[in-house]
């Protein structure tokens, strides 16, 4: 895998070894990077299910301010970090500052519980176990989206392409957000919603 566009573009990721993380495919990375391109430019980025996190390294390659990666897993830990050290040298060598940046080796529910209280994303990409999916953006993670992410702010989910007309937010929020983009690639799809603002 490899970087596609930015001040890192063509550099090499490295990748988790072993079947416990599912990489998204270049196509469905430069996919989500063409309909996020007027939103990342000094973004705040969140990668959830982060992976070798590939989502997070291309959005600083492409002007992202900064970003937090979650992943529990402690072999895709080890690249993950590798991944983006790199990534923050070339943005560096290239003349850019990117901050603040974290990497949270926890579980995605505990990693939201802290993170809804200390920030307001611009972005949150989300790529969890494709048979999970439905039911995680359901459930209270659903919730703590909506309290992390900045008015007008964007929520991007990949799944399974024949749950992604099921796919929905908690009831109670439901008009927080609206889904303004559905794409299916193969077997996987892309949905992206975007939060609104205050009423009233």
Not at 5 to 19: D, F, N, V, W
Not at 103 to 131: F, M, N, Q
Request: a positive charge.
């Amino acid at each position: 895998m490899k970087i596609i566009a930015g001040s890192c573009h063509g550099m090499r990721l490295e990748a988790p070894k072993g079947q416990v993380t599912r990489p998204t495919s270049s196509r469905v990375r430069e996919a989500v990077m063409n309909i996020l391109a007027p939103h990342v430019e000094g973004a705040l980025f969140i990668d959830l299910f982060s992976g070798s996190g590939a989502m997070a390294c291309e959005a600083l390659s492409r002007g992202a301010r900064g970003a937090v990666l979650v992943e529990k897993d402690k072999k895709a830990l080890q690249a993950l970090r590798r991944n983006v050290e790199e990534c923050c040298r070339r943005c560096q060598k290239d003349g850019r500052t990117v901050s603040p940046l974290k990497v949270l080796g926890h579980e995605t529910e505990v990693a939201l519980r802290s993170l809804r209280k200390s920030l307001r994303a611009d972005i949150v990409w989300a790529d969890p176990p494709y048979c999970d999916s439905v039911a995680w953006l359901a459930g209270p993670q659903g919730v703590a989206l909506s309290d992390m992410v900045a008015e007008g702010g964007l929520f991007v989910m990949e799944l399974a392409r024949q749950d992604a007309e099921a796919l929905c937010f908690p009831e109670s929020i439901r008009g927080v957000w609206e889904k303004v983009k559905v794409k299916n690639y193969g077997e996987s799809a892309i949905v992206v919603w975007q939060k609104l603002g205050q009423k009233g």
